[in-house]
């Protein structure tokens, strides 16, 4: 697909922003977008995307915040929205589909933001990352924008549980494998695990961390047995939980206090030869994975 | 023409007459223009019911009958014969539905009456321009063609053979069977399938009245009931099936191995092969796409050692004309993909395996020769068995596939019998045993110690030593529990065949929104079809285990015997009708006539109506540019349209205006 030239809005919400906990996956996404050609343009003074936790107190109050964001979208004319958080992703799938399919919402909805009720609004999109960098840039133009290989280096994708539930329009709900493709393309080696869909704890790390700790235990474990040399992230929750129950777990684990967890934008910035600082990897992991890395092309 | 009109209220019990004043709707029959008597009667499809109107017509000279009762489906006929036996042209007749559409749909006695009489009235004014028609009389040939060889093919094949008929069973496969051919024993008195099966499938073979058409696909169907021409093109075996006499030396030399289809990939055939040892005919064929000559123009050993020089390198498919007289479809069932369900790793884990490939283990003639040995080598000890997967699911298909609970209850007492230390759980969410004999095989499995749970398997994942973690809740308990397992079965759901819509378009028949060939009535017509000449029976029509498919393939043939015993089929004139002096040939009816009947006839350049195609839709008449004059609908006319609707929206009870002129 042609894809040069190709506008988006975007929409980091508050853990991809530049003081988020997430930012390093904001800014290695809009770097690896940018090798690629593409531009996105922020959305102009966005706010909270409306929040599956508010959403359980306040429905109406969720869904007036996530409408904001898609009317701004709409008013610069660039109906499709890159979202790199996958709960941000859920919250503002969940708000445009209701106002599409439930006309009290709508009408609710409609109310402040007309723009919402107009034609236009039928060309919505929320997109995420993965969705976008597999099935509009595509093989062909990721392998070309390759300049070191991963040669054979073994990679586990993380998705956590709701990149693809309930909004599976992309991938496979229970097994998707955008993650892989994507590994395979930079000439990493894939390795799968059962667990890669689970749940990382959430929010229950701050409650009850003994469970997450469990949880997480098992999905470091079913990696280490396929023998994954680094873990790829797509969510700045999992992300951090990982990170943290790492620690926590000390020696309950065998996994190598230097196997790098890093975000998939990151390791794909790496293998384009995107500078450390821009993609906002540390210099020990990015060296780490470099050292294994083959020089295709001059970087 | 001077019309004496004679219409009956039935009361169908109460039925009609607890919501239709009857009484008042006979009081304004009568008044209407052109009806001589009006009458009411507690059961007019009764036999008093009956002879009060062939009383009527005889008496009064009654030039058409209206009868307001029940669906036209439901006693149409009766009352047509009624006017048929007392001297009336049965087209001379017209029915009012004032059960379904009036009576049982509301409870406002004034409306429903209302309601009534406006039927009543148009009925009336419509029958003002009814015309006699006579059926239409056409010869049938005496065979029936049978497609798919399964347990139901073979049945039907029988009973028509037995009974003189000439068939032509065709099977797809090399050798006729069927699924059933694939099973271990049968629930759920456990007779070893193939000891029941082989003798039949014989028995097809030495039939004289019967020619098997193995290796054969349906190429494409002409003609009409009682007289189809049918194209069959038989693939090319590369073995001269005269010379073969299944001696199987071909297959010891053969040196290309091939995993075997009939054994769900669990084992390995030559390129040359037959797929079971009883199959019928037991003619070897080459595999082409696996044949070492084939692929690399090498090889030729089967050819070498054959001791009847069948093989035939330069084998060409040949198309087979037949002419038969009736159909029955048998083609069976496809087992659903449960790779699709990612949750339970079908195809990634290799100890997660599907119900038929069970059956194919515990074969005796089947990969492991019966024992229970998983694709690691290990011998269970511990099996979780999923119910319902792919069925009762709305992911996948929403109905319940009937014959799963039952084999999973079969598997779980042969996997008990053949691996006796094993622990077998179910995990069920609910059990469906109906059959005779069943819930007695239910009870027998859980005395012999196999564990059932209610709930339905959430997910499976690996554990680090390579067992099977089966997550599910206990409905009962509330619970979510996990069972760590050697060995998962799913007793995957069965589908469509996966060419039954492409089937359903060659023999013009429906099927239904699950994709199965569609019954003409699910109750009082099973294995017919709207294509009268086209039966259809076993699991090709849903899901049925071998007692009903049996069944049915004898009522098929019993369907397709009364037909061809009719000598003559009679078929209905209510059809489409063309005025050759004023149709341009502009083919418009033709391009959208859905059962092929309007062709166009070159001599005299106009459209002409197969009439024993033509099933009255009326389509092509609507599609007519140059209007009723040229392309009329017999029983449909403008005029008897005009006039019915003239009654209900205008409420002129005489029709006194007909807008578009009409021959
Ligand atoms: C795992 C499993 C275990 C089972 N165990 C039992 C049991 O113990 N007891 C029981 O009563 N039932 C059992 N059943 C159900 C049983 O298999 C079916 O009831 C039976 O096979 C139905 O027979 P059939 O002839 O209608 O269809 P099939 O057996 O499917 O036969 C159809 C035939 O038509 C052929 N065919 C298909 N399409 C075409 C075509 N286009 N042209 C030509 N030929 C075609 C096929 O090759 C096949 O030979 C089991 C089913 C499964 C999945
Ligand atoms: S027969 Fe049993 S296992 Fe099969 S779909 Fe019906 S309920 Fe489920």
New interface residues.
């Given amino acids: 697909m042609d894809t040069s030239g190709k506008a988006l809005s975007y929409y980091p919400g508050c853990s991809c922003s530049r003081n988020g906990i997430g930012r390093h996956y904001g800014f290695s996404s809009l770097a690896v977008l940018r090798a690629l050609g593409i531009t996105v343009s922020e959305i102009e003074d966005w706010n909270c995307c409306g929040s599956n936790l508010y959403r359980v107190v306040d429905e109406k109050g969720s869904y007036l915040l996530g409408a904001r964001n898609l009317a701004k979208a709409l008013e610069m004319n660039l109906p499709e929205i890159l979202i790199l958080c996958p709960a941000c992703f859920l919250s503002m799938n969940r708000t445009l589909t209701e106002i599409l399919a439930n006309t009290k919402v709508r009408n609710e909805i409609t109310k402040k933001y007309s723009i919402l009720g107009s034609p236009a609004s039928s060309r919505l999109r929320i997109r995420h990352v993965i969705d976008f960098l597999v099935n509009d840039i595509g093989e062909e133009a990721i392998k070309n924008r390759v300049k070191r290989r991963l040669e054979g280096l073994k990679i586990a994708a993380y998705y956590g549980c709701q990149i693809t539930r309930p909004y599976s329009y992309f991938d ?4 998707p494998t955008s993650l892989e493709k994507i590994i395979s393309w930079i000439g990493g080696q894939p390795v ?1 695990s ?2 890669k869909t689970k749940c990382c704890g959430g929010m229950l790390m701050l409650t009850n961390e003994e469970e997450v700790l469990t949880v997480i235990e098992k999905i470091f ?2 990696y280490v ?1 396929e023998g994954a040399e680094c873990i790829v992230t797509a969510c700045p929750l999992c992300h951090l939980n990982l990170e943290m129950a790492r620690t926590r777990l000390g020696k309950r684990i065998s996994v190598d206090k230097r196997l790098p967890i890093i975000y998939f934008t990151q390791l794909v910035g790496l293998s384009f030869g995107i500078g450390i600082d821009e993609l906002g990897i540390s210099k020990n992991i990015a060296e780490h994975l470099i050292e294994k890395m083959v020089l295709t092309a001059t970087v | 023409m001077d019309r004496k009109i004679g219409v009956y209220i039935c009361h169908c019990g109460l039925n009609i007459a607890s919501t239709v004043n009857v009484q008042k709707l006979t009081e304004f029959a009568q008044g209407l223009e052109g009806v001589v008597i009006a009458r009411d009667y507690p059961y007019m499809c009764s036999d008093p019911g009956q002879e009060l109107i062939k009383k009527d017509i005889k008496e009064y000279g009654l030039t058409n009958v209206v009868v307001a009762s029940c669906s036209p489906t439901m006693h149409g006929p009766t009352f047509q014969k009624v006017c048929e036996e007392a001297g009336l042209n049965p087209y001379m007749f017209q029915m009012v539905n004032i059960r379904e559409h009036v009576s049982w749909v509301t409870d406002d006695v004034e409306k429903a009456t209302e309601k009534a009489k406006l039927l009543v009235a148009a009925a009336v004014n419509r029958v003002k321009f009814h015309e006699p028609l006579e059926k239409i009389h056409v010869p049938l040939t005496q065979s029936v063609l049978i497609v798919g060889g399964g347990i139901t093919g073979i049945e039907a094949a029988l009973k028509l053979a037995n009974s003189g008929k000439k068939v032509y069973l065709v099977e797809r496969e090399p050798s006729i069977g069927g699924r059933m051919a694939q099973l271990e024993k049968t629930f759920p008195t456990l007779d070893c399938a193939s000891c029941i099966l082989t003798p039949k499938m014989v028995d097809v073979a030495s039939n004289p009245n019967i020619t098997i058409l193995a290796y054969s696909e349906i190429k494409e169907v002409s003609g009409y009931i009682g007289n189809y021409k049918v194209k069959v093109v038989k693939k090319p075996r590369y073995v001269d099936e005269n010379k073969c006499i299944g001696c199987g030396l071909c297959a010891t030399k053969c040196p290309s191995k091939v995993l075997d289809e009939f054994n769900m990939g669990l084992s390995y055939r030559k390129a040359i092969y037959i797929p079971f040892p009883q199959a019928v005919p037991r003619k070897y064929t080459i595999d082409r796409e696996r044949c070492l000559y084939f692929t690399k123009n090498i090889c030729r050993v089967c050819e070498r050692f054959c001791p009847t020089k069948a093989i035939n390198f330069e084998q060409k498919p040949e198309e087979i004309a037949l002419e038969v007289g009736a159909v029955i479809l048998a083609t069976g069932y496809d087992v659903f993909d449960p790779s699709v ?3 339970y ?1 079908y195809g ?1 884990y290799k100890n997660v395996y599907t119900g038929l490939e069970v059956e194919r283990l515990t074969s005796a003639s089947g990969p492991t020769n019966g024992r229970i040995i998983l694709r690691d080598g290990r011998t269970p000890s511990t099996v979780v068995i999923i119910h319902c997967v792919g069925s009762r699911d709305e992911n996948y298909h929403v109905y319940c596939s009937r014959v799963c609970c039952m084999y999973a209850m079969k598997l779980a007492h042969l996997i008990k019998e053949r691996a006796p230390n094993s622990t077998v759980y179910e995990l069920y969410i609910d059990i469906r045993a109906h059959g005779k004999g069943y819930e007695e095989f239910y009870r027998r499995v859980q005395e012999e110690g196999v564990i059932f749970i209610r709930g339905k398997a959430a ?4 554990s ?1 030593n390579g067992k099977l973690i089966v997550t599910f809740e206990d409905t009962l308990l509330g619970k979510v529990q996990q069972i760590e397992a050697d060995m998962v079965v799913l007793a995957t759901a069965l589908e469509p065949r996966k060419d039954a819509r492409e089937l359903a378009r060659i023999f013009n028949i429906p099927v239904d929104k699950n994709g199965f060939f569609l019954e003409r009535h699910p109750k009082l017509a099973p294995v017919s079809t709207v294509n009268r000449g086209v039966f259809v029976a076993g699991a090709c029509q849903g899901p049925k285990d071998i007692p009903d498919s049996v069944a049915q393939g004898a009522a098929a043939a019993a369907e397709a015997l009364a037909l061809l015993s009719q000598g003559v089929v009679e078929a209905e004139p209510v059809i489409a009708e063309v005025n050759k002096d004023l149709c341009s040939g502009c083919r418009i009816c033709i391009s959208v006539c859905p059962y092929n009947a309007t062709v166009f006839d070159r001599e005299s350049k106009t459209a002409s109506v197969q009439e024993v195609l033509c099933q009255g839709c009326g389509t092509c008449v609507a599609s007519c540019p140059s209007g009723a004059r040229t392309l009329r609908q017999r029983g449909f006319t403008d005029k008897q349209i005009i006039a019915e609707i003239e009654a209900i929206l205008l409420k002129r009870f005489v029709p006194v205006e007909v807008l578009i002129t009409e021959t």
């Fill in positions: 496979d709900p229970e097994f799968e059962p667990l474990n079913s047995r | 369900i990612k949750r790793g990634r997910e499976i994942t690996e680090d």
